[in-house]
Structure formats: structure tokens, C-alpha cells
């Protein structure tokens, strides 16, 4: 029990803007209800109360969070200097995978903000029950769905929300209807949402930075006897036209399905059983002139350019929770995914040309694990895991219309074709935590954890240079290797939480150590050289992805204050360094300088108001090998007021949300937004894109 209050603490001091809004402490229940045990240090944000498109933003309101934003919609998650697909994400309980080689359609943008429940993130190490190749870290991304009831009548609830901001006249409107009694649940719902190139200054704006993406769920659940469940979920989402400035295609569409059937029962002797089978399919399309235009290489013609990637996925998870397994919590569980996916670019001005970017890239993953948390002595708790995993990889043949004219490609495409493709990894992670209970109000934790990654499909299997690089958006082109070895992470973590008289502060330190970990280094390869001339001309060479050696090191915390009945200040700050440790001096790519955040918030019967301070210094710590630019710090001020009124039973349900981000309009760029790509009168190609300029927004829902 006393983990569980500091929990709820953490959740609520996780929201820097509204805090103790009854929406937020809903969720608590639920999170334990859905098996996530009582960890602390694990914190759930809620997407009410802010002006930001994405979900994935919401991820900067966490200590040691961050996003790489590639577009309004393509935002993809970061924990302390690490990003992409060595986060785990979970969707609804799902590890759901991307269509595009670029990652356009990132994990952490896929659920639109107003129908998200919560984005929980593990602070520190994630244990091993939270997925596989969670080398990052974990987060997991909840949709709202409906609940069963208390009785045999059947209740209708449910949202209906909308939404208005100015800085890139974006609108959306969405909802949720359910009806549900004691026995049967469904739930259906959806969201629209759309906007304009968003402005950084005055009339200037990012191009392309459109979007325009339509939702729809739908979900029916099943208790057919006590303590044993069945649920049926199905979501689509259609993205369309959205820019993607920071990479070299925007998206013309991304239309993913995803399907699943879960079962949750409670069995005898306190043993729950938790099974989820699902699968994620999705085709996308993106292109070079569709929303900018197409670019000149080398000053020559026009090149245009298509591409058409597909996925096809499944998996399932099947775990087992012992809550009285010598004296602590036993979960023993297996997990597995199936992904295979596929790109082709082409040219609609020349319908002879063809890149087989991905032909049948496959990462298929079975593993199994056991953890157990629980007591050993008085005060002291201790969680520990492992898991193992086995990850199987391969490529079909490729081919290309340039292999016919350019014998360098004939080479590269021949000698990929005659490699061994099919690789197999065998990923061990551990991690162990103690948590020490000094007093009520002091504790402390020590952790020591090794993860593991096999390298994606792209580090593998992309054979030709090109930038299909999972979102890098360096702007340089890479190509891949198929003998790529595992990364394998280290790492010691230190945390305090104190909390007494009205207040908390929470540090943490982590060092952590990766053998093998995979970046890009100048390609030393002749041929590959010559057909990067020929897809980048001019260009600074292709860089091809290769283990290294890495450390990254930092402290992040979490504080706050009561100050009376009514006003309370909430603090957030993030410190991370990332570089080489091989011998060769660099910085790692794309690591956040030091940022953070303060909100002073008011509190007063149905209203509530916020001020927050955000602040980042200047980036000069970045990577040689890539070019990566350099960034100058900022500091921008939010208003957020909210008002929830309850002098009548049928006004209670609605909140009224105002707000102004960046009041002064200042020009400010986050160091982790990637350089623009698209040509722009406003913005040099090559220059780091800019944060949206002053944002006024409105924001309206009501629950029922
Ligand atoms: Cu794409």
C-alpha cells in the first residue's frame, strides 16, 4: 500500500499543468485494473490541457522524456538520449509496428490525442514484463474504451470533444460512444483531425506541416462468467495528405488496420492469466512532390519520386501473474510478433524506374520471461526479471532499373543478393531493482540492468544508399549491413524520492554502457560510394551503419511545492550526454541539451489555471559524424485556464479549456527537431525546423 501512494503521487505530479483534475485520478484505477502492478517511478500523463497536436508531446512533460519531431503527426519518442525503435511501445497493449521505412508513421504518434487514456512511461529501468528490445526504455500508449457496469442495466456513456488552435488553424472533433452493463461492454468511436502549415513567425510557416487524419474504433467486451473476460478491438486509422518537412517524401496516405481479442482471467490459488493475439496491417504511400516540390540533385532535372511500403504483422502475449508467490508478485509470460515489411520507389514521370527498397524485410521475435517483485526484507522491495528473446531476420532478392545503366548498382544489388541474408539473435536482458524504504517519507532505489536490440530491418537490409533510415532525418543517406550485431546496454540507475510538508523531489542518475550500439560511420566502401554519387550528387557521402561502442550518462528529477490550499509549483528537468566510448571521440546524434520545465498552478473549486516556463540551453555537444548542426537554447511561457463547472447536474461532464503557448511568440527551435528538407522561401533547406510560433487554442469536451 505504500507503494501505491507513491504512485498516485507520481502520476499526479507528472502533469505539470493540471494536477489534480478528477479525470487524472480516474485513471488510476484503471491502470491497476489492466495488470500494470504498482511500480513506482512509473507516471501517467493525461492529454488534457495542452495545445500541441500530437500525443507523442506529451512525452516532454516527463523527466528524461523527449520526442524527435519529423512532421506534425511523425513525432517519434525519446528516453534520455535514446529514440526510435529502442523505445518499446506498446499500443493497447500491442508492440505495434510502422509502414514506412522512415518511420512516418511513428508508434508514438498513432493514437490521436483526444482519444488517448494515458501514455505511461517507465522512469528509470523498464523491467523486463514491459516488452521486448526495450533497450530505452518503455512506454505504453492507452486508447479510452468503454467500461462494464455495476448491473444488469445497460448505461450509455461516453465523450464528445473538439478543439480549435490557431497557429496552424487545426481543428478536430471526435468522441466515444459506449453502453455497457455488468456482463457486456462496446464501445465505438472516432476522431477527425486536420490542419494547416503551422507558423513559426509572423506569417511564416514550416512547409509542409499540413495534416490530416481520420480515426475509427471500434470495441465490444465479454465477461461470459465471473472473473473471466473476452474483448474484440478493431481500430483504422487513415492518414492523408501530411507533411513530413524533415524527411525527403511527405505522406500521401497511411491506412493501418489492427485487430485483436483479448482474454483476462482470474484463476484459482490468486493466479491471473492475461492473452492478447492481434494483427497490424498497413499500406502507405509518400512522395517528393506532392506537397513541396520535387528537388534538383546535383542542379540537374527535376527527380520524382514515390513510394509505396507495406506491413503485414501479428503477434500475441500470453502472460501469467502469481500475486502471492513467495511473499512478492510472479509474472511468468510469453510474447511473440511477426513483421514483415515492404517498399518500392518509382517514378510516375518514367514508369520503367523501380528501387526495391524492402522486398519481404522480416523480424520475427519469440520470447519468454519471468519477473518477480516483492519484499525480501522490511522496507526493502526488490523487482527482478529475465528475458529471453530470439529474433530471426531476412530479405528477399531486390532489384532496380538503375542496375540495367549503372554498374555500380548491378554490384550492389548482386552482392546482396548472393549474402547471407537470414540472420538469428539471441537477446538476454536482466534487470534488477531495490527499493529501500528509509521513512515514509524517503526512499531510495538502486538498479542494474543489460538490454539488448537486434538491429531493424533498415540497419540490416537496406543495400542501396538511400534514407529510409527509421527517421534519422539527418539528411544524410545510409546504407545497411546484414552481418550487424546485436546492441547490448549496461546500465546503473540511482533514484531519491522524498516527499513531506506539502512537497516532493524526486532525482535520479543513470550511467549506462552499449557494446555494439549502432550509428552510422563514413562508408570506406568504393562501389556503394559511386551509387551514392548518383542518388545524392554533390552529397557528403554515404554513411553505412556499423557497431560502436557508446555511453550515455545524466541526472533527470522531478520537484514540487504546495504552496498554499490553492497554488502549487511543479518542476521538471532533464539532463543527458551521450558519446563514443571506442577510442574515437564524438557525440552521439540527436541528444537533447539540458531543458525543463516550471508551472505555477491555481486551483480554485471548478477552475484551474496554469503558468508554465519551458526552457532548454543551447546544444553544442553534437555528433561529427553526420554534420549535425548546433542549436541556441530558448525560453517560451504557456498559459493554460480551465473551467469544469458543476452548478448543475448536466453541466457537470464539461470542460472548457483556454490556452496560449509561447505568449510572446518567440522563434525558438527544439535541438531534436529534425532539418527542413523541403524548399521554403521562409526556411533554408538544411536549417533545423522551428517550433510552432504563438498558439492560441480552445479546447471543449463533455462526459457523460
Ligand atoms: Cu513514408
Redesign the pocket.
Known sequence: MEQKSIKQFLVLSGMSVSLHVLAETELLPTISIEGQGVRPGQIAVTPESDGALDSALLLKRIPGGNVNRNGPLTNLPQYRGLFGNRIGVKVNGISVQE???????TRSSSVPKTLVKSVKVYCGIAPVSAGMETIGGAMEINSRRSEFGDSVTPEFHGFVNTGYSWVDFGRYYGGMLGLSNEKHRLNAGGNIEKGNNYKFRGKKSVRPSQYDREVFSVGYGFKPIENHQISIDYDFKDTGHTG?PS?P?D?DY?RTNIGSIGYQGKLPDNLDVIFKGFFNRGR???SNHLLRSAPRPGGGPQRFRE?T?KLQSGGFNLHFIASEFHGGQLIVGADGDLTVNDSVISDFSNPKFFIDNFVNSTKDRYSGFAEWTGDIVKHLNLEIGFRYAYVHMDSDRVDTVLAKIRPPAKVLRDRFNNADRSKNDHLFDAAAVLRYAYSDALKLEFGVARKTRAPSYQERYLWIPLEATGGLADGRIYVGDPSLKQEKSYQLELGVDWQDYGAYFAPRAFYRYVVDYIQGLPSTDQVTNMVAGVIQPGGPGPLQFSNIDAHLWGVDLETGYALTDNFRVDAILSYVRGKRADGNKDNLYRIAPLNGRVSLTYDYSDWLASLTYVAATKQEHTANFNGERKTSGYNILNLYAQYRPSFHQYAEGLTIGVGVDNIIGTKYTDHLNGINRAANPNLPIGKRIPNPGRNVYVTLRYDW
Open positions: 509502414v514506412g521505412p522512415n518511420s512516418m508513421d513530413t524527411l517524401m505522406i497511411v502507405h504511400k509518400m513510394a511500403p
